[in-house]
């Protein structure tokens, strides 16, 4: 596709259930980011896939979190046990570039509620 | 913590008045970025400026850097009504490490 495309666009699950977020992230870009926002707030880094390397985690806020980039390509972003504090957008972002150092597009996030 | 803060949280002005928000960050960057986001939706790049510039322009925006005082403004002139929307600074520190967003302005622009 043309942009970066994210599924589901909401979520709604009951506390304690595991929840998959996917991106898409625009075709040929090398980096893919995963940002929380929650209500009101800015953005709060979760986790950095760029190229080959070693993804950068250090933004995850528990191991029940996790994510993996498969082929370089689309992301899965995994929440195992889900909490009520875990209710945000979740927003994915790719960029083209080698490194960090250019502009990210954005999908339009999967909000997730978690009752 | 976050590396940027945007200032003020939020801004009301009337249409074809200029806005201004302002963004300081604590360590030295590589680039700062400004974005837009608007309500529900996800971030759109609007402009970047690198550690050795120190103004830059795209349309109706205008950007400084100031590395000295680690800090930075995002000059919207003549608003209008489609220009509210929260706008976010991220700063980059090396080319190897995450964008890091702060906290974002939330500016009105009232017809």
């Known amino acids: 596709g043309a942009g970066v495309s994210q599924s589901p666009s909401n979520k709604v699950t009951e506390k304690g259930k595991d929840v998959e977020l996917r991106c898409d992230p625009i075709?040929?870009?090398?980096?893919l980011y995963w940002y929380r926002q929650s209500l009101g707030q800015g953005l709060e880094f979760l986790i950095y896939?760029?190229?080959?390397?070693?993804?950068?985690k250090s933004g995850l806020p528990s191991d029940r979190f996790s994510a993996e980039r498969t082929g370089g390509s689309v992301s899965t972003l995994t929440i195992q046990r889900t909490q009520q504090e875990d209710s945000a957008v979740y927003l994915c972002?790719?960029?083209?570039?080698?490194?960090?150092?250019?502009?990210?597009?954005f999908g339009e996030g999967s909000r997730l509620t978690v009752l | 913590s976050q590396q940027g803060e945007e200032d003020p949280q939020a801004l009301s002005i009337q249409e074809g008045e200029n806005a201004t928000m302002n963004c300081s960050y604590k360590t030295s960057i590589n680039n700062l970025q400004w974005y837009r986001q608007n309500s529900g939706r996800g971030l759109v790049h609007l402009i970047l400026i690198r550690s050795n510039e120190r103004e830059k322009h795209s349309g109706r925006l205008r950007v400084t850097l100031d590395t000295s005082k680690k800090s930075s403004s995002l000059l919207i002139t003549a608003s209008r009504a489609a220009d509210t929307a929260s706008y976010f600074c991220?700063?980059?520190?090396?080319?190897?490490?995450?964008?890091?967003f702060g906290k974002g302005t939330r500016l009105s622009v009232i017809a």
């Open positions: 075709s040929g870009h090398t980096a």
């Open positions: 972002a790719s960029s083209g570039l080698s490194q960090n150092t250019g502009e990210l597009f």
């Open positions: 896939f760029q190229g080959n390397s070693a993804p950068d």
């Open positions: 991220a700063t980059a520190i090396s080319g190897n490490t995450p964008l890091v």
